[in-house]
């Protein structure tokens, strides 16, 4: 089971001459738990822009699965090939409730018949009720998204991304605004929630990335400066010229 | 069919009253003699049949406005399609019976000595096929520009000025003798319409109720796409549209369903506007009325169906007063309104009359925050 999830070869992308990302080349394992790191302007957010196909690259090979060139498609086509993503700022629907903001996310048609002639069944709702019991949001299911507190969407941006069931999720920051107890918590589900799908997590937490207990990548100017364990990327003295020598 | 939560408390007051109204003012009519207290004088009838279809032109637009986030500022021009989709067959109807007694030819045609009926004319002696076009030449304009303005992304202002330049646009070539559609004076000097006499008093009591009967379809229509998961994603593209993208949605295509389906809503507005009001003429695309519009919507209580519909009823009303007994104020009344509502009222009249009981705020009811900023 190590087949290739996610393979990025060689990828270019420029903005106005600055290379946002440049020569980058990656693989996820199907399954795997990955973190990456890196300092600002790295190209981390641009990565997974050109992952989502929100971002064309200006070169470069992005591959899904076996032969899926993710290059030509969109956001919508992203999502639905199975690609999740939940943004470094979480961005709730905010006049819907908890509960439907889950099940817009829910795994299923997306066209405009099978909107107009939906009705919630009885399994949906129970697998509404499930998600929000794994994020911890259970007791807030009417409430409106915009009125819960900024860890609580966190926790709901989440819940929706386990909701679509992607089989990879792109996870940005995902301890930010989050206590050290939450942030703990997330490490774990993240880290349950791989094997069955492939989760790559960009943050900057160094004690969130150990809790998570993965192979780590560090970016810097839009390419690959190490990868391996936490402790030997760490160890690397150009990760800590990066790192430190700003 | 009907889903649960299909007609809201608010909706459905407003409906039976609309369906009171629909019934009374013709009876008012009929039955009451003139001079007496409760009497609606014939007059009347197209006037009050008038704010209703404006009342649904309003609805129209809060369906892409309220729900999508689509402001358009061209909404008229689709009223004002409906309207001579319907005004063309009018002019067939009147026959030999216009000045110059052409049997095929309308006045102004033999007037600017056309020889023939221009080809766009075929058709509309036939009652059924302007219907038809009433609901097709706005729902394909719609589909048209709208497919390309989303699929490129255009949003926000950027979208709002060029929806202003179509109507523009369209006035201008309205305008036009070479259009074939009367220029300047549009189509007007209607006769009957299916062999009922425009001015006779029963005509226009089922113009009324016929009004009355669009606006409410069209509220309902709009509960019920709405109230779907369909109108739970159009609200998702108004709150965070790339959010949306992300979760899979064909922004859109959402968005062109919604706004061909809105700009129909508006042609038959305005087809049932034309036969009350007795002309048709480009001024009806002038970029001011499609800002009024949006007047309505917000003054009443944008994102709510039936606040749009009472906000443009409220205006109507308003305006019909107050150039009638004070016609130098009417744009001063007007502008103060809009402003004094957006500051103080940023949900309309509707919100004002929640806010007087608890706990009636609507689910998918905007956000209090300030709008958000133009991209």
């Known amino acids: 089971m190590n087949e290739t999830q996610l393979y990025l070869n060689d990828v270019h992308k420029s903005f106005d001459g600055f290379k946002a990302i440049d020569g980058l080349s990656l693989a996820i394992a199907r399954g795997e738990l990955r973190a990456v790191v890196g300092p600002n302007g790295a190209g981390k957010t641009t990565m997974l822009d050109i992952v989502t196909g929100k971002t064309r690259p200006d070169s470069g090979r992005v591959v899904w699965g076996a032969d899926t060139d993710l290059t030509r498609l969109d956001e919508a086509d992203c999502a639905r090939l199975g690609i999740g993503r939940k943004f470094q700022k979480p961005t709730v629907f905010e006049t819907l409730s908890v509960e439907d903001n889950v099940m817009l996310a829910l795994a299923g048609d997306r066209g405009i018949v099978a909107g107009l002639r939906h009705r919630r069944t009885a399994r949906q709702s129970a697998r509404i009720g499930e998600v929000l019991d794994i994020v911890g949001l259970g007791a807030e299911r009417g409430r409106l998204a915009g009125a819960l507190s900024h860890g609580q969407k966190q926790w709901l941006e989440i819940g929706k991304l386990l909701a679509q069931e992607p089989q990879l999720l792109l996870v940005d920051e995902p301890a930010a605004g989050m206590t050290d107890h939450e942030t703990m918590r997330t490490a774990e589900l993240l880290r349950t929630v791989a094997g069955a799908h492939s989760v790559l997590v960009i943050e900057h937490d160094m004690d969130f990335v150990r809790a998570l207990d993965c192979k780590v990548t560090v970016l810097n100017r839009g390419s690959v400066l190490a990868e391996g364990s936490l402790d030997h990327v760490s160890a690397n003295p150009e990760v800590i010229e990066v790192y430190l020598g700003r | ?375």
């Open chain 2, 1 to 375: 069919m009907v889903r649960k939560g299909l007609i809201d408390r608010r909706t459905g007051l407003f409906l039976v009253v609309l369906f009171a109204v629909i019934v009374l003012i013709p009876l008012g009519n009929l039955l009451l003699a003139p001079g007496t207290a409760g009497h609606v004088p014939g007059y009347l009838l197209p006037l009050l049949g008038k704010y209703l279809c404006f009342a649904l032109l309003a609805v129209s637009l809060d369906l892409v406005w309220g729900y999508a986030g689509i402001l358009s500022l061209g909404h008229g021009a689709f009223f004002a399609l409906g309207g001579y989709a319907m005004g063309m067959h009018l002019m067939r109807e009147i026959g030999d019976r216009g000045v110059y007694a052409n049997p095929v030819l309308p006045d102004f045609m033999v007037f600017l000595s056309y020889e023939k009926l221009p080809w766009y004319w075929h058709g509309f002696d036939m009652f059924w096929f302007a219907c038809l076009m009433v609901l097709f030449v706005p729902g394909l304009l719609a589909f048209v520009f709208g497919w390309f303005a989303f699929r490129s992304r255009v949003t926000g202002v950027y979208l709002s000025i060029i929806t202003q330049a179509l109507t523009y646009a369209l006035m201008l070539a309205f305008y036009r003798n070479e259009m074939g559609l009367g220029g300047n004076n549009g189509l007007t000097d209607f006769r009957d319409v299916l062999g009922f006499s425009l001015s006779a008093d029963s005509t226009r009591i089922a113009l009324f109720v016929l009004s009355g009967l669009a606006l409410a379809f069209g509220i309902i229509l709009g509960r019920f796409i709405t109230g779907s998961k369909f109108g739970m994603v159009l609200v998702g593209v108004r709150d965070a549209e790339s959010r949306t993208r992300f979760l899979g949605y064909r922004v859109e295509h959402y968005k062109l369903f919604v706004f061909t389906v809105s700009a129909m809503l508006a042609g038959l507005a305005g087809a049932l506007y034309v036969p009350q009001v007795g002309i048709i003429n480009p001024g009806e695309f002038s970029p001011a009325n499609s800002i009024e519009i949006v007047i309505w919507v917000a003054l009443g209580g944008r994102g709510t169906l039936v606040g749009a519909a009472l906000g443009a009823l409220i205006v109507a009303a308003a305006k019909s007063w107050l150039t009638a007994n004070f016609p130098e104020a009417w744009l001063f009344v007007l502008g103060a309104a809009f402003v004094l509502v957006t500051i103080f009222l940023p949900r309309g009249v509707i919100g004002l009359l929640d806010g007087l009981k608890p706990g009636g705020r609507h689910r998918h009811a905007l956000p209090q925050a300030a709008p958000e900023p133009a991209e």
